[in-house]
């Protein structure tokens, strides 16, 4: 052999070694993936982010053969659990569904811990969860849309109470960005989740809540509460003979609340790539899941990394304006 033959195998023999170094554990010891996967919830079980995490895990188990484990962490709207997931080893075994509530988060605590532009890595959208203004009509009686219940407002004596899920939650946030479009004042009595805020709308201690459609569509569907505006077209595959906020004189205002997967930073690209890829076929194949989230108020929706991370940024920046113009703190 060559001098120079033998510097070559030197060098590949570097190389190779240098590049092993590097590798992510995840390939080196093997085929990705080879054991289970963790994913974080940092909400509690059997809301509407842990009940979409629930049947996407269980079908991206199956597609990847190994078995998903939900993991809940709650806590301060989902910022306890998130500020402990992206401190994660990006090794591809650890995932989260991420909620808007995390968004918000840290718009709403001084103490927050996390960046939602810059300290994970967005993988897929999974799911919208359509809101709508809901009343029971005991407690503002008459009122059959949106206008009625603005003229029902102003009229009022006394102002009217409506609730949500918390302060800072998306119900809190489009309300208040609705009042002042609307020019009309409603007084908000904020909960600590959705469940306990309808139970009370339920029991007519409040008449008004801009309401995840997951919490209340049982309620509606039971004619004990009503819809009478919805936050976007979305949420038409549920209710679909109710009119839109945006259809009903405020053109433009149209959002709703969405989660999706994230990982932590530096996880393998490839392993984000092929995550996206899975959870892109059974949002648009599997006929199961999208049936099991329709189910559950949600409606499955995919978007990649790159277009998740830009609707991350695109939402924070819209709802960190409304939070500052009003003041709004969790603390």
Same mark, same amino acid.
């Given at each position: 052999m060559?001098?120079? =033959?033998t ?8 190389a ?16 990705? @993936? ?9 909400? @509690?079980?059997? #809301? ?6 629930? *049947?996407?895990a269980?079908?991206l ?14 806590g ?12 994660? @080893?990006?090794?591809?075994?650890n ?14 605590? &001084?103490?927050n811990a ?12 999974v ?9 029971? !009509?005991a407690?503002?009686?008459?009122v ?5 219940? *603005? $003229? ?6 006394? !102002?009217?109470?409506? =609730? ?9 946030l ?5 009042k ?7 007084l908000h009595?904020?909960?600590?989740g959705?469940a ?13 809540m801009f309401?995840?459609?997951v919490?209340?569509? @049982?309620? *509606? $569907?039971?004619? &004990? ?7 976007? !077209?979305?949420? $038409?595959?549920?209710?679909p ?7 009903? #004189?405020?053109p433009?205002f149209d ?7 994230i990982a !932590? ?5 490839? *392993?984000v790539? $092929?995550?996206?890829k ?5 949002i648009?194949?599997?006929k ?8 559950? #108020?949600a409606?499955a929706?995919f ?10 940024? &695109? ?8 939070? &500052? ?7």
């Amino acid at each position: 052999m060559s001098h120079s =033959t033998t510097r070559r195998h030197i060098l590949k023999a570097g190389a190779a070694a240098a590049l092993a170094a590097v590798m992510p554990a995840a390939f080196a010891k093997g085929e990705w @993936p080879d054991k289970f996967i963790k994913m974080v919830v940092a909400f @509690p079980a059997g #809301g509407p982010t842990d009940t979409a995490a629930r *049947i996407v895990a269980q079908k991206l188990s199956e597609k990847l053969g190994q078995q998903v484990i939900i993991e809940n962490k709650p806590g301060a709207s989902g910022s306890i659990g998130t500020a402990s997931f992206i401190k994660s @080893p990006a090794d591809g075994y650890n995932l989260s569904m991420f909620g808007m509530p995390a968004l918000l988060a840290p718009l709403m605590y &001084k103490t927050n811990a996390y960046d939602v532009k810059k300290d994970f890595t967005s993988v897929a959208t999974v799911y919208v969860l359509p809101m709508a203004i809901v009343i029971n !009509p005991a407690v503002v009686p008459g009122v059959e849309s949106l206008p009625d219940l *603005i $003229r029902f407002a102003k009229a009022s004596k006394t !102002p009217l109470s409506y =609730t949500s899920s918390g302060t800072g939650s998306f119900g809190h946030l489009a309300m208040e960005q609705l009042k002042d479009l609307g020019h009309f004042d409603m007084l908000h009595v904020p909960y600590r989740g959705s469940a306990p805020a309808v139970a009370d709308l339920l029991g007519g201690q409040v008449g008004i809540m801009f309401a995840d459609v997951v919490a209340a569509l @049982p309620h *509606i $569907r039971a004619g &004990k509460l009503k819809a009478i505006a919805l936050s976007s !077209p979305n949420a $038409r595959t549920l209710l679909p003979n109710v009119k839109t906020v945006s259809d009903q #004189g405020f053109p433009g205002f149209d959002f709703d609340s969405w989660g999706g997967l994230i990982a !932590p930073l530096d996880t393998p690209q490839p *392993i984000v790539d $092929r995550l996206a890829k899975e959870t892109r076929e059974i949002i648009a194949n599997d006929k199961e899941l999208q049936q099991k989230l329709v189910t559950a #108020g949600a409606i499955a929706s995919f978007q990649d990394g790159k277009q998740m991370q830009a609707r991350l940024n &695109k939402d924070y920046d819209r709802w960190s304006a409304i939070v &500052k113009a009003k003041g709004i703190s969790a603390n």
